[in-house]
């Protein structure tokens, strides 16, 4: 059997007093997610791996969560992440975190932030950064 990975994570947006900017900002949000490509074989980002509270469901900060399982996709892993950052290119979001949790390496937390604070779609502003959590695995 394949190793497993498992990836998952959540995109922050951030808190307004503004209701009509918030709903503004998390329509564009909920577009872009729902542009995705949906069953299309084996996307590295795909539509049905996140989820989102609706409107009544969230206090003031939108949080879009999401996670799959994967066939060792760290060994692809660049790829993974220039799709996820094409993602967080469309988006309205302050920090993004994303956990991959793989059996023969241990787990890794990414973490993107914006060099303003926050991010507006099509702002060129990303910035990552990893922290390598080794907690076992099969090596380990």
Known sequence: MEPESI???SIRDWPSADVEQCRVRRAVNRR???NLPQG?????????MFSWCQDEGVYQTQ???FGASYRAVEYEWALWVRNFEALLNELYWTSAVVHLETE???THTFRWETESGSHSPHQRDLRMRCAWER???VLG
């Not at 299309?40 to 049905?48: A, D, K, M, Q």
Request: charge should be negative; glycine fraction near 24%.
């Open 7 to 9: 990836v998952y994570g």
């Open 135 to 137: 907690d076992g695995g």
């Open 40 to 48: 299309e074989g084996w996307p590295f980002i795909g539509r049905e």
């Open 32 to 34: 872009a997610l729902d």
């Open 63 to 65: 949080v879009i969560h």
């Open 104 to 106: 023969l390496n241990g």
